[in-house]
């Protein structure tokens, strides 16, 4: 199925609908069986409603433009948002956990099977479709942000699926038991992904340098683009949101002119520029003197 190219808007406001939705739908699934299973696979839907909460704030409030007192812009908001997005994960992971230990405690059947399975087959398919279209949108706009959410989105599909399975082996073996056993199992991967979240976004919080392969890409840009320059050095990047901070002192010939120095700036900014869009650059330029003959030599 081919879906129409829409804003990053839409599709933020569209993944917290659908999200709220397939939250309501598995918590109706739970309220049926009353199977604790089913009431995991519920709470672990409010990872995609606070994911997509974050990427609604990441969309619209770190897209503001800098101003006096925010001059390199407000792209961390994304960071700062996707942090709660962690914390309130790992509390819906303690909430499973809880339960399932009361499930252990003290078992219980499940109750009109056929019906719950049979709703919680229906948000595990609309699931399916949204994640389909998460991944076919980040192919359109270029986003692997939006790639890697649908492809997490499938990985719950995934998730469901073998919840369903695990409470119809309940239903069919009897053993009441394991319906506590598979809301545990839930647990521990949406507490490993709470974790996730946390720890990559305050990585970056911190600013994290650009991962080695861009920075690779970054150095063979700036080589094959800096002709009439010496050398570059005490290179740093970090990144921000959508944006890459790139700076690094460039070392030109001590009779060149501040002109000749300024269009060699020019045309690394502009090559990086059109590799990295969105990239944020500032270029000290020194004179030969400053040479330590290592970093970036130019080709």
């Not at 503001?64 to 961390?76: A, E, V």
């Not at 700062?80 to 003290?106: D, H, K, N, R």
């Amino acid at each position: 199925m081919k879906f129409p190219t829409l804003s990053l808007d839409r599709i933020a406001l569209g993944s917290l609908g659908v999200s709220l939705v397939v939250l309501a739908v598995k918590y109706v699934a739970y309220l049926l069986t009353g199977s604790v299973a089913l009431y995991s696979d519920a709470l672990e839907s409010i990872i995609n409603v606070a994911t997509a909460t974050a990427a609604i704030v990441a969309i619209r409030f770190a897209a503001l433009p800098p101003d006096q007192n925010h001059p390199y812009g407000h792209q961390k908001a994304e960071y700062l948002s996707a942090v709660a997005v962690g914390v309130l994960i790992i509390l819906a992971a303690l909430a499973i956990l809880y339960e399932a230990y009361q499930g252990f405690v003290a078992p219980r059947p499940i109750e009109a099977p056929a019906a719950g399975l049979a709703v919680s087959m229906g948000a595990t398919l609309l699931n399916g479709l949204w994640s389909r279209l998460l991944i076919q949108q980040g192919q359109a706009h270029r986003s692997a942000a939006l790639k890697a959410d649908g492809k997490h989105l499938l990985a719950d599909v995934v998730t469901s699926l073998g919840v369903l399975v695990g409470v119809a082996l309940v239903v069919v073996t009897g053993i009441e038991r394991l319906d506590p056993a598979i809301a545990a199992l839930v647990a521990l991967h949406v507490l490993w992904s709470g974790g996730g979240v946390v720890r990559d976004n305050a990585s970056a919080l911190m600013d994290e340098a650009a991962p080695p392969d861009e920075l690779a890409r970054i150095k063979t840009i700036i080589a094959e683009s800096a002709a009439g320059a010496i050398e570059v050095h005490a290179l740093r990047t970090r990144h921000a949101g959508k944006a890459t901070f790139i700076d690094f002192h460039l070392v030109v010939s001590s009779a060149m002119t501040v002109g000749d120095a300024h269009d060699i700036c020019d045309r690394i900014e502009g090559a990086l520029k059109s590799a990295l869009p969105g990239c944020l650059i500032a270029i000290h330029v020194e004179p030969e003197g400053k040479a330590e003959r290592e970093g970036v030599i130019v080709m």
